[in-house]
């Protein structure tokens, strides 16, 4: 059983720093790919990373202050985030995509980040 778990979200002031981290356990085939997504109030959910063993990619929002990586022997994937603006604030959520054998997503509970002053 794939189990995601987020955490460090939390309030941080504008211009700020904060890195989210999502422990994964129960993975049994390395084909997968994972993303952070995030959710504001009242919107649709934002595909904000991405990584994969070659590349990793960002939206156009987060570009330059947002970085996805991963420790393998802590099964561990991060999203550091610098710069961070009130539009950041959101529910920001931990995503496996496995694409092989068969295709399945897997989601974490979800960190609440809020950028406020």
């Known amino acids: 059983q794939v189990q995601l778990v987020e955490s460090g979200g939390g309030l941080v002031r504008p211009g700020g720093s904060l890195r989210l981290s999502c422990a994964v356990s129960?993975?049994?085939?390395?084909?997968?790919?994972m993303n952070w997504y995030r959710q504001a109030p009242g919107q649709q959910r934002e595909l904000v990373a991405t990584?994969?063993?070659?590349?990793?990619n960002y939206s156009d929002s987060v570009t330059g202050r947002f970085s996805i990586s991963g420790n393998v022997a802590k099964n561990t994937v991060y999203l550091q985030m610098f710069s961070l603006q009130p539009e950041d604030t959101a529910v920001y959520y931990c995503?496996?995509?496995?694409?092989?054998?068969?295709?399945?997503?897997?989601w974490g509970q979800g960190t609440q980040v809020t950028v406020s002053s």
């Open positions: 990584m994969t063993y070659l590349s990793t």
């Open positions: 129960g993975i049994t085939y390395q084909s997968h790919v």
């Open positions: 995503n496996l995509h496995q694409t092989w054998p068969s295709e399945a997503d897997y």
